[in-house]
């Protein structure tokens, strides 16, 4: 399975944007790239996907390089409520592999 | 609707006692299930999947089982648990949209084994 690198832990500000990076250098042409969150005690939570180019949606951005060898989730004003685990997952055939994630917290 | 449901929420068992943990889904029919499981502090383990009734494949040899019995329900088991069973069990199904298949995950079910 294509691994991905993340940090272990950022730390932002309410109502400051946050760019949460992740690496895959071992990316294939097929596999998408995903993004889940998991607050505290809950399951986790689909954030976005895309493939090449960036994505937006109501919850955060995609921006991923063009070499698409790492991508940036960009939640673009960090609420309280946004401190949670976030994962970045390569796409595997009917699975998914989550690593250890960042653990986001957001200061007030 | 895609809305996934697990019970119970949470579970205190001891050690040697049989365990089952149900999930039942809504929405579009014949999905992937999903059975993953969380250590306190830890990532998420993929432990079973289902690509439609019947159809178990186990990703990780263990004292655990998994049967779907019906479309909709996904059910994991076990005959005696152990300690190292204690976790936070989540229930998943896949869902098409965008190009690529993303899973939807349900509420959870704690477990602690004594």
């Known amino acids: 399975d294509a691994k991905t690198t993340q940090p272990n832990s950022m730390e932002s500000n309410e109502e400051e944007p946050v760019h949460l990076p992740c690496n895959h250098s071992?990316?294939?042409?097929?596999?998408?790239i995903h993004w889940y969150r998991q607050l505290p005690s809950q399951g986790p939570e689909y954030v976005i996907h895309?493939?090449?180019s960036n994505v937006n949606n109501r919850m955060a951005s995609l921006a991923i390089a063009e070499d698409r060898k790492s991508s940036t989730l960009i939640l673009h004003r960090a609420t309280l409520r946004d401190a949670a685990v976030y994962y970045c997952?390569?796409?595997?055939?009917?699975?998914?592999?989550f690593g250890q994630g960042t653990r986001l917290t957001i200061n007030p | 609707s895609q809305t996934i449901h697990q019970w119970p929420a949470t579970l205190v068992q001891p050690v040697g006692s049989p365990l089952s943990l149900e999930c039942t889904v809504e929405?579009?029919?014949?999905?992937?299930l999903y059975w993953y499981r969380q250590a306190a502090g830890r990532g998420l383990q993929l432990l079973f999947y289902?690509?439609?009734?019947?159809?178990i494949s186990s990703e990780v040899p263990q004292n655990l089982s998994a049967s779907r019995p019906q479309d909709r329900q996904f059910i994991l088991s076990s005959k005696k648990l152990l300690l190292s069973d204690s976790g936070f069990y989540l229930c998943?199904?896949?869902?098409?949209?965008?190009?690529?298949?993303?899973?939807?995950f349900g509420p959870g079910t704690r477990l602690t084994v004594l």
């Open positions: 998943a199904r896949e869902f098409r949209g965008g190009g690529t298949d993303t899973q939807y």
């Open positions: 929405g579009t029919s014949n999905p992937n």
């Open positions: 289902s690509v439609g009734i019947g159809q």
């Open positions: 997952i390569l796409s595997a055939p009917q699975k998914l592999v």
């Open positions: 071992t990316i294939s042409g097929t596999d998408y």
């Open positions: 895309g493939l090449t």
